[in-house]
Every structure is written in structure tokens, then in C-alpha cells.
């Protein structure tokens, strides 16, 4: 699993808003059992994947923004392959515990939605943490 | 949505008739409807309780007349991606979405936001005026596991009154004939 962003931050109302480019590569397997298998088994409908940001600010001890998702129904690719994506969502923190936060960590994860049954949430392996910068921009387009 | 809560009256008759005939059928499973658009009582036994599908909201993972189990112990943690069932100040309809964006003080205060995986927006339009945020105190549940399919029979019996009223008309005459 591979994340790569670039970002930045700029200030919109009161809050601040980072904006996040990434790129994942990802396979997504069914590591519950000693050997990998594959994700889509006999009681596998869809996966609900989400990109989240977790951080921590002088505000909050804990902040989760999701970043983007995307379903991935029984049939589809189980590797992404995604370049230069930019968040679904706005990524506004709540204040303004962006600006300077060194500690961003990025975590692909995702809702396996059965058939019938049990709804397990699964992180995947692997996790990048990136650093928004101390200024705002204000011209750079996005 | 609207229109869905000028029936209330209605879905109220149905939802006990729907009660009835569940008890009559499976006599051990005391479950209840419960929906996104309509009233519904959730009754917490043996701390799961089932909770039924009524709109599209989070297609295409659920679809109406399915029905969810949920939890509700309080000490878990609330996180982004877990699916919650959560009601709004003022309306008894529960709304069953995924969660989006958690903020979580030092105390274990949390305030987080909505969304459902078929809408393109959050759900910020469907809080109250002015509420920007959920708080623990308004989860009634969280999403554990699901069986399809299975409420269809009550959704048919609100959406097509004849339809209910046929199926009450076969069950009266059921009973009739093994009563003989």
C-alpha cells in the first residue's frame, strides 16, 4: 500500500481547509487467515473503501477526516491503481490545527459489506504521514 | 420525504399490523420496523436490535427491506467509516449512515458528521437549523451486521395498502381453516 500527497493549506471562514493530492496502490486481499485470499468470496457483495486523515490539534486529541471513498463492487479490480486524485471531501479541520501540523497520517480502510452477516471494518496494512505547511496559501489554485 | 411523513398515521397502523403479523410467524423474533423516513420505536433486547431499510440512502450496500442489527454499547469508540444509526433532536426517525469526519476532545467528547453512501452531500441539510454536528448522545445504534431482503414484505404492505390488506385477508383465512 502507497500513498503519495503534496498539500496545503488555505484559510476559508475561521477553519482551516488543507487540500490533498494523492496517488494509491493498493491490492486489497482478505488477510484474515494465515494466507492472503482473495477479498471477493462467495459472501462478499462490495467493499466501501475510504481514504482518512487522522491527526491530532491543540483543539482536539483526535480528528478523523474522511478523504475520499469509493465502492468497489463484486467483479471490480481488487488493485487501484489511482494517480494525482484530489479529496472528495473538503478537509476542514474544525479551528485551525492544520496550519503547521506535522503529523497527518493517511490510512486506507474498508467496510466489507457481505451478502448476509457481519459487517467487519478492515484498515489496510501501510500508512503514510505527511506534513501540511506552516503558511496559507492563497493564490495557488487547486 | 415530505409526503413519506404525512402518512405517519398510516405507517403507524401498518407497523403494528406489520408487528402482528411477525409475531404470528416467527413467534420467538420480537423485532420492529424502524426506517429512515417514518417513525420507529427501537427496541433494545439482548443489546442488538434489528432495524429496517426503508429508503435508498445507502445503496448499494442496503436497499429497502433490508434489515441491520445493531449494537449500542456506549463505550465504543465512534470512527469514521462505522456505519451508525443516529437520531435527530425533534424527529423520531432514525437515519442509518456512514460516518464521515470525527472530532474528539481530550474528555472523550466527540462531534462528528454524516454522510449516506448514495448521497452526494453530507448530511449537515438534514440536522436540525442550525446543528452543524452530531454528538454521542445521538446515536441509538451501530451497524454490526445485516440480512437482506427480508423486511420486503412490510415495505409492500406500506407502499400498497391492497396488498396488506390481502395478505391480513389470507392470514384470517388460514387461521379459520386450521382453527377446523
Known amino acids: 500500500l502507497r500513498k ?7 484559510p476559508r471562514e475561521r477553519s482551516d481547509l488543507g487540500f490533498v493530492t494523492f496517488d494509491i496502490t493498493a491490492d486489497i486481499l482478505n488477510g484474515k487467515n494465515d494466507w492472503q ?14 481514504l482518512s486523515a487522522e ?22 479490480n481488487p488493485r487501484l491503481f489511482l494517480k494525482d486524485m484530489k479529496s472528495k471531501y473538503f478537509f476542514f479541520d474544525d479551528g485551525n490545527g492544520l496550519k503547521g501540523n506535522r503529523n497527518i ?13 457481519i459487517l467487519p ?15 496559507y496559501e492563497t493564490t495557488k489554485s487547486y | 420525504m415530505r409526503t413519506f411523513m404525512s402518512e405517519k398515521p398510516k405507517l403507524k397502523s401498518s407497523r403494528c399490523q406489520g408487528l402482528n403479523l411477525r409475531f404470528y410467524e416467527k413467534e420467538s423474533l420480537g423485532f420492529l ?15 442488538t436490535s434489528p432495524l429496517l431499510f426503508f429508503s435508498g440512502s445507502m445503496e448499494p450496500a442496503f436497499h429497502r427491506g433490508d434489515l441491520l442489527f445493531l449494537t449500542n454499547r456506549i463505550e465504543d469508540p465512534i ?19 456512514r460516518v464521515l469526519k470525527i472530532h474528539e476532545k481530550q ?29 454521542k448522545k445521538d446515536v441509538v445504534g451501530r451497524a454490526r451486521g445485516f440480512v437482506p431482503y427480508i423486511g420486503i414484505v412490510t415495505i409492500l404492505m406500506n407502499d400498497y395498502p391492497k396488498f396488506k390488506y390481502a395478505v391480513l385477508f389470507l392470514l384470517g383465512l388460514f387461521v379459520l381453516v386450521h382453527r377446523e
Not at chain 1, 480528528?63 to 468497489?72: P, R, Y
Not at chain 2, 467528547?109 to 441539510?125: P, S
Request: proline share 4%; charged share 20%.
Open chain 1, 121 to 135: 471494518l478492515v484498515t489496510g496494512s501501510g500508512h503514510v504521514s505527511v506534513p501540511f505547511p506552516d503558511t
Open chain 2, 79 to 97: 470512527r469514521v467509516g462505522e456505519i451508525v444509526v443516529f437520531r435527530i433532536e425533534g424527529r423520531e426517525i432514525p437515519i442509518v449512515h
Open chain 2, 107 to 135: 474528555n472523550g467528547d466527540i462531534k462528528f458528521l454524516t454522510k449516506g453512501d448514495n448521497n452526494a452531500v453530507d448530511d449537515r441539510g438534514l440536522y436540525k437549523r442550525g446543528q452543524h454536528w452530531l454528538e
Open chain 1, 55 to 76: 491527526y491530532s490539534t491543540k483543539n482536539n486529541a483526535l480528528n478523523q477526516v474522511v478523504l475520499w471513498d469509493k465502492i468497489m463492487l463484486r467483479g471490480d
Open chain 1, 37 to 50: 485470499t482473495f477479498i471477493f468470496d462467495w459472501n462478499v457483495k462490495q467493499l466501501f473503501l475510504y
Open chain 2, 33 to 47: 420496523n424502524g426506517n429512515w423516513l417514518a417513525e420507529m420505536p427501537v427496541f433494545e433486547c439482548c443489546s
Open chain 1, 105 to 117: 497520517t493517511l490510512t486506507l480502510s474498508w467496510n466489507v459489506v457481505p451478502n448476509a452477516g
Open chain 1, 4 to 10: 503519495n500527497v503534496e498539500d496545503f493549506t488555505g
